[in-house]
């Protein structure tokens, strides 16, 4: 099974919207041959940073976040409208995580106003930039569980959580 590294925004912009004005100019991005859109998630790809080969990229709502979960239920990622899943065409170790970091960094430098997460096989918060408080990363990074929040909150957005 493959691994992902995931890049969550805290935008409100339109899927389409991000990557159009986003995505496409700052990564030099095209659609996959044979891949069309699907609702509201498109494939696209782009050339590594800097690395030989090619980054496959999802850009789509983020359909992993909970709208009131209770609080032993929160994740870092629910309170990001938009996930792009970001992938390496070739597996060799430790490159795509490379790569994806290098696509978040150079996403929080086009965008330093918009909240983001960089999250490790939607396990793992790898990073964090929130706007006016900068850019985190952990060396070991805790899970985007609750039991893990402790460490990650003062990082990221934060959601409502269902207290009833």
């Known amino acids: 099974m493959s691994t992902v590294e995931s890049i969550f925004l805290g935008t409100d912009l339109p899927v389409q919207q991000v990557l159009d004005d986003w995505l496409v100019p700052l990564f030099g991005l095209e659609s996959v ?3 069309p859109p699907e609702g509201e998630e498109f494939y696209v790809r782009g050339r590594a940073i800097d690395a030989d080969g090619w980054l496959g990229f999802v850009v789509r709502p983020n359909g992993y976040a909970a709208v009131a979960p209770e609080p032993d239920d929160v994740q870092a990622f629910d309170a990001y409208p938009l996930e792009i899943a970001v992938r390496y065409g070739a597996r060799i170790e430790g490159v795509q995580e490379q790569q994806a970091r290098l696509v978040f960094e150079k996403l929080v430098e086009a ?6 997460l960089l999250v490790h096989d939607l396990d793992r ?3 964090a930039h929130l ?3 900068g850019t985190q990363y952990w060396p070991e990074p805790p899970t985007v569980d609750a039991p893990d929040q402790d460490k990650w909150r003062s990082w990221v957005r934060s959601v409502p959580t269902d207290r009833t």
């Open 131 to 133: 706007p006016g408080g």
């Open 33 to 35: 041959p044979d891949e």
């Open 125 to 127: 918060l790898v990073g």
């Open 111 to 116: 965008r330093p106003d918009v909240p983001m």
